[in-house]
């Protein structure tokens, strides 16, 4: 079953969710179950940006062939489902590309990517490859690719659909599914369980790079990571005395 996206999510989940890593989060959902929510293999193009966190609007390759997609004026295919998808993106949404795990042709490149990142898309992440990459990486906009290639899409793939679920790097992803994105890659969060994570895995975020710090400072593994109580009670009292430090700068104000 898809999920249902008619409720929008509320803000505040967008925000919580964009001050997480990717590992975070997949901790999150491997104790609710989701055991490989990442997109293994897909790297950032370029270094103009840290991350991203928006809603999966989806496209599905398939193989092309010669009698549907003839050899010719790649732009003149017929099949016009990718600028239907480009030109209908909105806000906050993610193109996400099943190419199959096949970089023998590009999914998109510069000239979509570009239109795309106008019409306020908050990513483009594809399991195959991209065309234009330095172009791309000059635009500073997520994207996400396994490899850069000059061949057009048409010589290998056909747009098939959109907006139905798909498989991306392995991954299952429904329409309206939350995708986070940071500089080691990309996380797929149901859409079910978006709200639901997004408060405690900023505050373990929080402890665990204050756990971080205890070890660069010299403390062993065992009672630090994981944390036993008597780490946990010394992790509570410096949490409040940071936040009544922040109340008695804020009264000042």
């Not at 390759?61 to 909105?90: C, H, K, M």
């Not at 509570?236 to 430090?245: D, L, P």
């Amino acid at each position: 079953m898809s999920p249902d996206v008619s409720a929008p999510l509320d803000d505040s989940v967008f925000v919580r969710l964009s001050r997480v890593s990717t590992a975070t989060l997949a901790t999150q959902l491997y104790r609710r179950g989701i055991r490989q929510p990442f997109l293994v293999g897909l790297t950032p193009v370029g270094n103009g940006f840290d991350g991203f966190v928006g809603e999966a609007f989806t496209m599905r390759f398939i193989p092309s062939r010669e009698d549907v997609d003839p050899v010719g004026d790649p732009y003149r295919t017929g099949n016009v489902l990718q600028w239907e998808a480009i030109e209908s993106i909105g806000p906050r949404q993610v193109l996400v590309v099943d190419s199959r795990d096949d970089t023998s042709a590009a999914s998109a490149g510069d000239m979509l990517i570009t239109r795309a990142m106008k019409r306020g898309a908050a990513a483009v992440v594809t399991d195959g490859a991209f065309r234009d990459g330095s172009a791309i990486a000059r635009l500073g906009f997520p994207a996400y690719a396994r490899a850069v290639t000059a061949t057009t899409r048409p010589a290998s793939f056909h747009v098939a659909d959109l907006k139905v679920p798909i498989g991306c790097a392995g991954v299952a992803v429904y329409p309206g599914d939350v995708l986070v994105g940071d500089r080691d890659g990309i996380i797929v969060v149901p859409r079910a369980l978006a709200a639901e994570i997004a408060e405690p895995a900023v505050e373990q975020e929080e402890l665990e790079q204050w756990l971080h710090d205890r070890v660069r400072e010299g403390k062993p593994l065992w009672g630090t990571y994981p944390p036993d109580a008597e780490t946990l009670a010394e992790y509570t009292a410096w949490k409040s005395a940071r936040n009544g430090h922040r109340t008695e700068e804020e009264a000042r104000v």
